[in-house]
């Protein structure tokens, strides 16, 4: 069984990566949670605007810019995924070095072209 992916900038508007990242999520089988600035849904998965209160997060893809990260380190590390993936524009070293000091994987990468690459690992 695939492990959950937590997609963390979640838009319910169709033009935003996030909200493409959980269609294709969705359409390769993996199980996703949603955290946004909104409450909202794509489809049957609902976007909320707290955390999560479990550590069963494999993945947290990220879609929240370096201007707003700050405030999201904490939270990070304590939901304790195996790993973050920076999608283009989320790019921070020192949040990137501060999570793998944390034991966290972290990855500059693209959701949507791993998964249409068969590179996406859960």
Avoid at 25 to 52: C, D, F, K, Q, Y
Avoid at 86 to 115: K, R
Wanted: proline share 4%; glycine share 6%; net charge negative.
């Amino acid at each position: 069984m695939a492990l959950t992916t937590l997609v963390l900038g979640a838009s319910e508007n169709p033009e935003r990566y996030a909200y493409k990242a959980i269609v294709a999520l969705l359409r390769h089988g993996h199980p996703v949670s949603a955290v946004g600035n909104r409450m909202g849904s794509v489809g049957e998965i609902e976007i909320v605007t707290n955390w999560p209160k479990t550590n069963a997060i494999d993945t947290l893809t990220l879609y929240v810019g370096k201007k707003h990260q700050k405030e999201i380190v904490d939270k990070i590390i304590c939901l304790n995924p195996r790993r973050v993936i920076f999608n283009p524009g989320t790019e921070n070293a020192d949040l990137q070095n501060t999570l793998q000091q944390a034991g966290i994987e972290v990855e500059e990468a693209c959701t949507l072209v791993l998964l249409a690459t068969n590179q996406y690992e859960s």
